[in-house]
């Protein structure tokens, strides 16, 4: 089993910024890929972006120039660095981790992103 903590989420007004933490705990040598998705109210979770071992990144194309995901092997933390922030990014992102053959995905709780308008 991995759990997944997340941190950081909060209120900004449009145009600035957050950083998003998540840390793994527990059997993280199973895992491989991180990575975010986020969930707005009336909608389906989405990818936001994720990021493998060697560091490998993929994402939205929303969110690509904008925001940056990168990963602390040592410290099984992955984070989202979110930069230009829209109204349209409001949402609960939640922190996810993939075994290897991915066939097993764990997910953080959330956390909310607000921005103001």
């Known amino acids: 089993q991995v759990q997944l903590v997340e941190s950081g989420g909060g209120l900004v007004q449009a145009g600035g910024s957050l950083r998003l933490s998540c840390t793994a705990s527990?059997?993280?040598?199973?895992?491989?890929?991180m990575g975010w998705y986020r969930q707005a109210p009336g909608k389906q979770r989405e990818l936001v972006a994720t990021?493998?071992?060697?560091?490998?990144?993929n994402y939205a194309s929303s969110v690509k120039g904008r925001f940056t995901i990168s990963r602390d092997n040592a410290k099984n933390t992955v984070y989202l660095q979110m930069n230009s922030l829209q109204f349209e990014d409001t949402a609960v992102y939640y922190c996810?981790?993939?075994?290897?053959?991915?066939?097993?995905?764990?997910w953080g709780q959330g956390t909310q992103v607000t921005v103001s308008s």
């Open positions: 527990g059997s993280i040598l199973s895992i491989n890929d």
């Open positions: 990021v493998t071992r060697v560091m490998l990144s």
């Open positions: 996810c981790a993939y075994t290897y053959d991915r066939r097993g995905v764990y």
